[in-house]
């Protein structure tokens, strides 16, 4: 079955400093990737999505980057965060008929 | 795009219905979405609708009417642990993303 993970967990850090969250799917191959944020009582905001290794495609213009480096690999960055990009970041694949399949999130708190 | 509506909080009674609504406004409709969220854990996948009627599910049924762009999830005997964000999301194949846009939540609060 297909499974996905992504880490760390929780983190915090402070304003300026890099960021890098990532997230590997296993029992798949070439799946859809997509990067989700959600802000504090707000809905989930796509940030990027992925349909194959080195290509993404990104929805909002922000400090944020992202990289596919192999086939079930999907990575978050940020080279100087800011305090807006705290929040809930969900990494997710698409399955059977397009269905997205949500990680466990993290939780980046900028101080 | 997408405009997507639903109530952001309901309230209910342990044993009891609660119908959850979502309309939506899309150029290119290609499926609905209802998804499930406990406080501070990832959305988890309840229900999928691309043609209209009902789909059951145990305890959960989802509805959809696409010539009026709406669609409701249904939660029968409700019990303490179904109290959690409801999420509706919708994808439109305009583009060709087919990617779903998400609503902002309907929060349930079950009581005893």
């Known amino acids: 079955s297909q499974t996905i993970h992504q880490w760390p967990a929780t983190l915090v850090q402070p304003v300026g400093s890099p960021l890098s969250l990532e997230c590997t799917v296993e029992?798949?191959?070439?799946?859809?990737l997509y990067w989700y944020r959600q802000a504090a009582g707000r809905g989930l905001q796509l940030l990027f999505y992925s349909v194959g290794i080195g290509q993404i495609s990104s929805e909002v213009p922000q400090n944020l980057s992202a990289s596919r480096p192999q086939d079930r690999q999907f990575i978050l960055s940020s080279k100087k965060l800011l305090l807006s990009d705290s929040g809930f970041y969900l990494c997710?694949?698409?399955?059977?008929?397009?269905?997205?399949?949500f990680g466990e999130g993290s939780w980046l708190t900028v101080v | 795009g997408q405009n997507i509506d639903q109530p952001t909080e309901m309230t209910a009674t342990e044993g009891a219905i609660v119908q959850i609504n979502c309309t939506y406004q899309?150029?290119?409709?290609?499926?609905l979405f209802w998804y499930q969220q406990h406080a501070g854990e990832a959305p988890t996948f309840l229900s999928y609708?691309?043609?209209?009627g009902l789909e059951e599910k145990g305890r959960f049924s989802s509805f959809l009417s696409r010539s009026k762009g709406y669609s409701y999830l249904l939660l029968k005997e409700l019990q303490m642990k179904d109290s959690a964000s409801y999420l509706c999301?919708?994808?439109?194949?305009?583009?060709?993303?087919?990617?779903?846009?998400f609503g902002r939540g309907t929060s349930l609060i079950v009581h005893p």
């Open positions: 899309t150029s290119g409709f290609n499926g």
């Open positions: 609708n691309v043609l209209d």
């Open positions: 029992g798949t191959s070439n799946p859809n």
């Open positions: 997710a694949w698409a399955g059977a008929g397009n269905t997205i399949y």
């Open positions: 999301a919708v994808r439109d194949s305009s583009g060709g993303s087919y990617i779903p846009t």
